[in-house]
């Protein structure tokens, strides 16, 4: 066919119309592929096996060839055919950007708002949390990820109707992109602990990629973490926040607690370290949370656990390494806690401050100071505790313990002393006598009871009582009288 001069011209505009129609007809095909739901699923199928979990995407929208934002992202837990069961999603999160970093030519920044990570142990499985830790292990700098932006995102951890949730958290994940260690580092603030406000920091260093990536003994993933509360002084957290009425089944409204907690993994053979240290719990009415009653403050300058040589494929056992702790217990209920601890009966109340006590591993006691008083003692019943050889014997009435003081270092027992006094009414039937079958066991022992001449009752009756204790030279007490006209007498 001949085609006249006319055709070839209109065949010639057509050719270059198609040639200059063909970038844009390309892009606007590219656009809208990674509009469409075959670039979701297939970006779907690549996060999940980026995770080596499900995940599931529910909008795409590109920025450019190399940006887009992504909507709804979850993240579930495998569970045989099911592969979205929602009672076992564990993240998701609203939005997710990921744009080339402003601050790293050639690398992209991943945005995170409005996460959420779910870690009930409903949820999780045996070996889960081993399965989320290996999902997390890749070479971030190879996949050219300069650092991760946490907005307003949250983590639960949940057991039953018991459930601590930090949300509002702010923060970043941050990789480093050349040399050597190729460590990351992780910051977090949350502004809110169970939906009222309290200020928690999580800090982590994680491991080279090389080492978390290598098999066998070593590759854990995080080498340092650290969880404070009340960071640069912003004040404690209430304990009524963590709901802890869920587990002790009575209403819990009274005392605070700051302080922080670190965690740290050592190279070598797995050797990993927890401590709490500058913490402080004040104002805690023990009824609220035990079955005992008093006041309790407490200061933990350290207290740190290591864990202790086990063969590797049984489970890590964790021993007490160091201990430095201070504080004070105030209107103890002891029969509450003798009772308790399925011992003999004692009634009467405490007072003891805790100036310091610190142990460490291997080493006897580095010091411990301790001061107090106790009222309402029943000395019936303090006796009761004696001996056999004391023929069950007794001493009758009520008193009081005061100048209490106890001082040890470096294993060695310093300082031990105390008045017991008798407390209470002076007369009347069963008040203030003692057994004479006690009388006659202590005689040998003490060497002189003025008085008791001819034939005795079963009990005698005494005026007063005061008893010093104190440290012996030896290893053992002293009981010296503190009473009488002398200021010597024990009655």
């Not at 430095?324 to 029969?335: K, W, Y």
Request: aromatic share 6%; net charge positive.
């Amino acid at each position: 066919m001949i085609l006249t001069r006319r055709s070839r011209r209109l065949l010639a505009y057509g050719i270059l119309t198609l040639l200059g129609l063909a970038p844009f007809l390309t892009v606007l095909a590219g656009g809208l592929y990674l509009r469409s739901p075959l670039h979701r699923h297939a970006l779907e199928r690549r996060l999940s096996a980026f995770f080596g979990l499900p995940t599931r995407v529910g909008r795409v929208v590109p920025r450019s060839w190399a940006e887009m934002d992504l909507y709804n992202i979850e993240i579930f837990l495998p569970n045989g055919g099911a592969r979205f069961d929602p009672a076992l999603r564990v993240a998701r999160c609203a939005k997710a950007e990921w744009l080339r970093s402003t601050t790293s030519p050639g690398r992209f920044d991943l945005i995170l708002t409005g996460g959420t990570l779910d870690l009930t142990p409903a949820h999780w499985a045996k070996g889960d949390f081993k399965l989320l830790e290996k999902s997390l292990r890749h070479d971030y700098p190879d996949l050219r990820l300069g650092g991760v932006r946490i907005v307003r995102s949250g983590i639960r951890w949940g057991h039953g109707d018991f459930a601590i949730e930090l949300s509002g958290a702010e923060g970043y994940v941050w990789f480093q992109p050349t040399g050597p260690s190729q460590e990351g580092l992780a910051s977090l603030t949350a502004s809110h602990v169970n939906g009222q406000p309290g200020v928690v920091k999580v800090t982590a260093t994680l491991n080279p990629i090389t080492d978390a990536l290598a098999d066998g003994a070593g590759g854990s993933l995080v080498r340092e973490f650290t969880l404070s509360t009340a960071p640069n002084h912003t004040g404690p957290i209430q304990l009524r926040q963590f709901h802890l009425d869920k587990l002790t089944g009575k209403p819990v409204a009274s005392g605070e607690f700051s302080g922080t907690l670190s965690y740290r993994a050592f190279d070598g053979p797995r050797r990993h370290v927890f401590t709490i240290r500058d913490a402080m719990l004040r104002g805690v009415q023990l009824a609220e949370l035990t079955p005992l009653s008093g006041l309790v403050d407490l200061t933990v300058n350290q207290l740190q656990f290591e864990q202790a040589a086990s063969p590797p494929a049984t489970r890590p056992q964790y021993v007490l390494s160091r201990l430095d702790i201070a504080g004070s217990l105030r209107e103890f209920d002891l029969a509450a806690a003798m009772s308790l601890a399925d011992l003999p009966p004692c009634s009467g109340r405490l007072d003891l401050s805790l100036e310091r006590a610190a142990l460490e591993a291997g080493r006897p006691i580095v010091e411990l100071r301790a001061a107090g008083r106790a009222a309402g003692l029943d000395l019936a019943q303090l006796t009761g505790l004696l001996p056999a050889k004391y023929n069950g014997g007794r001493v009758h009435g009520r008193a009081r313990l005061e100048d209490f003081k106890l001082r040890i270092s470096d294993g060695l027992l310093r300082q031990a002393e105390a008045d017991l006094i008798a407390d209470g009414p002076a007369t009347g039937a069963g008040v203030r006598t003692i057994d004479l079958k006690l009388i006659e066991a202590v005689a040998p022992i003490i060497g002189k009871i003025n008085g008791l001449t001819g034939t005795a009752p079963d009990s005698i009756a005494y005026r007063d009582m005061k008893i010093r204790a104190a440290n012996d030279t030896g290893p053992g007490l002293l009981l010296l009288g503190a009473g009488g006209s002398d200021g010597k007498a024990l009655m």
